[in-house]
């Protein structure tokens, strides 16, 4: 068992890898690739054999690396027309060689590579690492503007320390995953609230629930391997690849997907967040310590309410509690795409059990809440 899902199960990735010094990331790159499911060929380019040796790039991918073109003419059997690869991920991507793949120059095994894959019109995603300086070259900026233009797949470096950084292996794996999904969500805007809200009492204290927003982040990942354009409202840290919308309280929420809704138009709007219910009446200034004080609460109306009675979206909801089958059943009625039932003893934590409830019947997932978000997904599409 990886512990991981399987996410690249029966593909095969060509890993090609240039001369960066973020070369000496591809390792955990490789290994992280094979824990999805991926069988890996790495093939590299002399100036990378250069920076890490072949041998661990054999290592990490448990196939020999390909450092040269022979006459078993590997380039072909691997990105040629009915080649075995799947996708082609060039990772580092130096400047010289995007320069290069977008002149149909290929003086590598890498470029040699790219040429065959591109032809053929297989996935290929490159990701650039540099100095800042050779990233602002405009050669550069046209030859990735022209590889995008082909449908090729450039991923944004990390912008620190005046340079180009490699991303985290997680966003380039991630990306991997989108570019072999099959893109059911290609298209298509998902607009997710996570997380908890927090809702003032004084100047300094608030009133929030446990939940750490671990679902609504695995639904925003899985829709984006599906290759939706994600939109996520919560006050967590960033999620990768989707864009963010901070907030604080359930009104800001109840705000920013009011606006999204308005600008985006979303296809589908997934209600992951534990929205308050109640927000309290607000002492100004600081409640003296030591002293008892009431707090009365005021209801707060439901978010999910409002995006049903004025938007033309489907909604994936979330009903926390116990014996909660009749109102999941009332929020299906009410028209509901999906509504996932879990207890208490999920929120905070990186599993559960949940009911999965549509007009089709029920269907029952346990597990981490990767592979339930995978399973909920796979029940709306």
């Known amino acids: 068992m990886t512990g991981k899902l399987q996410t690249l199960e029966n593909r095969t990735i060509v890993l090609g890898v240039t001369g960066s010094i973020a070369a000496v990331e591809v390792i955990k790159l490789a290994r992280e690739l094979r824990r999805r499911g991926a069988k890996v060929i790495g093939v590299m380019s002399s100036a990378a054999c250069g920076i890490i040796h072949p041998d661990a790039l054999t290592y990490a ?16 059997k691997y990105c040629g027309i009915g080649g075995e690869a799947d996708l082609l991920l060039i990772a580092p991507a130096t400047a010289n ?18 040429t065959t894959a591109i032809g053929r019109g297989m996935p290929v995603v490159i990701v650039p690492a540099m100095h800042e ?8 900026g046209n030859a990735i503007a022209k590889l995008e233009s082909w449908n090729i797949t450039v991923l944004s470096p990390l912008m620190e320390e005046n340079k180009a950084k490699i991303p985290s292996m997680h966003d380039i794996v991630l ?7 099959g893109e059911p969500l290609s298209g298509k805007k998902v607009l997710i609230t996570s997380g908890a809200c927090a809702e003032e009492i004084d100047d300094v204290r608030i009133m929030t629930t446990r939940s750490s927003g671990a679902m609504g982040r695995e639904m925003a990942l899985a829709a984006f391997r599906l290759g939706a354009d994600v939109f996520v409202v919560h006050g967590g840290e960033d999620i990768p690849l989707v864009t963010n919308i901070k907030i604080k309280s359930a009104s800001e929420m109840q705000k920013a997907v009011t606006d999204v809704m308005k600008t985006e138009s979303p296809e589908y709007y997934v209600s992951a967040a534990a929205i308050s219910d109640f927000a309290p ?6 409640i003296p310590s030591g002293t008892e004080a009431g707090i009365r609460l005021r209801v707060l109306p439901k978010l999910v309410d409002e995006v049903l009675g004025r938007y033309n979206t489907r909604v994936i909801a979330f009903k926390l509690g116990w014996n909660e089958d009749e109102k999941a059943k009332e929020m299906i009625d009410m028209g509901v795409s999906l509504v996932a039932v879990n207890t ?15 007009s089709r019947g029920e269907t029952g997932v346990s597990g981490r809440k990767e592979e339930v978000a995978a399973a909920i997904w796979k029940e709306m599409l």
Do not use: Q, W
């Open 175 to 181: 990306m991997a995953e989108r570019e072999l999904s």
């Open 344 to 358: 208490p003893e999920s929120m905070g934590g990186d599993t559960g059990d949940y009911r999965l409830l549509t």
């Open 61 to 76: 991918c448990d196939y020999p690396a390909i450092t040269s073109i022979s006459g078993m003419i590997e380039h072909v």
């Open 97 to 114: 060689t995007i320069c290069k793949i977008a002149a149909g120059i290929d003086d590598t095994p890498v470029t040699t590579f790219a």
């Open 281 to 286: 009446e607000r002492f100004e200034g600081k």
């Open 133 to 140: 300086s050779m990233y602002n070259h405009p050669a550069v």
